[in-house]
C-alpha cells in the first residue's frame, strides 16, 4: 500500500458540490466551485478546482495527467477516493495524492442495497452525504450524450442510453433518503437550454 496520508471529511459544511463531467459542466463549474466543499468526479476535476477527487478506475488518471491534472483548490491537490487497489495502480505510474480516502471505507448505512459502489458520481454522492451538509448541489450530471464538458471521449466510458436510465433511476433513490435525511439535493443546468439535446437532459432533471 503507497504510503500516503489518510484524508478526513471536514466536520461541517453548509452546502457541498458534486462535480460531473457532462456536456453542461463547461456552463456550470465557476458556480459549482462556490460551494464550501467540492467533489470532482473523473475528468471534472480539470474543469472545478476540488477538494475530493472521485475517480474509481484507475485508467481515469492517465486521462487526467494528460490534460495537465487536477486543478488546485486554496493551492491545494484534492484528495482522491478510489479503491485500496486502484491506488496502488495509480502509484506505479504518477505521483502520490496529497491524501486518499478508501471508497470501502465510506459509511454506507441507508445505501447498502443501492449498488452504489459501481460508479464514481454515485460513490461522490455517497461521499457528500456523509459530510452531513444542508445541501448538495450537482453539477454536470446530464446523463446524455457521449463526451465530456469539453468533447473529450473514449471507448472505455461505455456512455448507452441503457447506463444513464440505470444511473437516473439509482441518482433518485440516492437523492430520496439523502432528502429524508434533511439535506436537499439539486441538480443545476445551464439557464440556456438550446439545443435538442439539452431539453432531453431538462426532461430528465428529476430534482432541479
Given at each position: 500500500?503507497?504510503?500516503?496520508?489518510?484524508?478526513?471529511?471536514?466536520?461541517?459544511?453548509?452546502?457541498?458540490?458534486?462535480?460531473?463531467?457532462?456536456?453542461?459542466?463547461?456552463?456550470?463549474?465557476?458556480?459549482?466551485?462556490?460551494?464550501?466543499?467540492?467533489?470532482?468526479?473523473?475528468?471534472?476535476?480539470?474543469?472545478?478546482?476540488?477538494?475530493?477527487?472521485?475517480?474509481?478506475d484507475a485508467y481515469t488518471y492517465d486521462w487526467v495527467a494528460e490534460a495537465g491534472g487536477p486543478l488546485l483548490r486554496n493551492a491545494?491537490?484534492?484528495?482522491i477516493v478510489c479503491s485500496a487497489a486502484a491506488l496502488r495502480r495509480i502509484a506505479a505510474k504518477h505521483d502520490l495524492p496529497a491524501a486518499f480516502l478508501d471508497r470501502a471505507g465510506l459509511p454506507a448505512g441507508d445505501f447498502k442495497a443501492i449498488r452504489w459502489s459501481r460508479y464514481s458520481w454515485a460513490t461522490a454522492m455517497i461521499l457528500a452525504g456523509a459530510i452531513r451538509p444542508q445541501r448538495i448541489d450537482c453539477y454536470g450530471m446530464d446523463w446524455s450524450g457521449g463526451a465530456d464538458y469539453d468533447g473529450f471521449t473514449h471507448k472505455r466510458q461505455r456512455r448507452t442510453d441503457s447506463r444513464w436510465n440505470e444511473e437516473r433511476d439509482m441518482f433518485a433513490r440516492i437523492a430520496d433518503i439523502l432528502t429524508a435525511r434533511g439535506t436537499a439535493v439539486m441538480r443545476h443546468l445551464p439557464e440556456q437550454l438550446s439545443t435538442a439535446e439539452d431539453a432531453q437532459i431538462a426532461e430528465n432533471n428529476v430534482r432541479s
Open positions: 500500500m503507497p504510503d500516503v496520508p489518510k484524508a478526513s471529511l471536514p466536520r461541517a459544511a453548509a452546502a457541498v458540490a458534486v462535480a460531473c463531467p457532462g456536456p453542461s459542466l463547461a456552463a456550470t463549474a465557476p458556480e459549482a466551485q462556490q460551494a464550501d466543499v467540492v467533489i470532482a468526479v473523473n475528468r471534472a476535476c480539470c474543469a472545478a478546482a476540488a477538494d475530493f477527487w472521485v475517480a474509481l491545494c491537490r484534492p484528495a
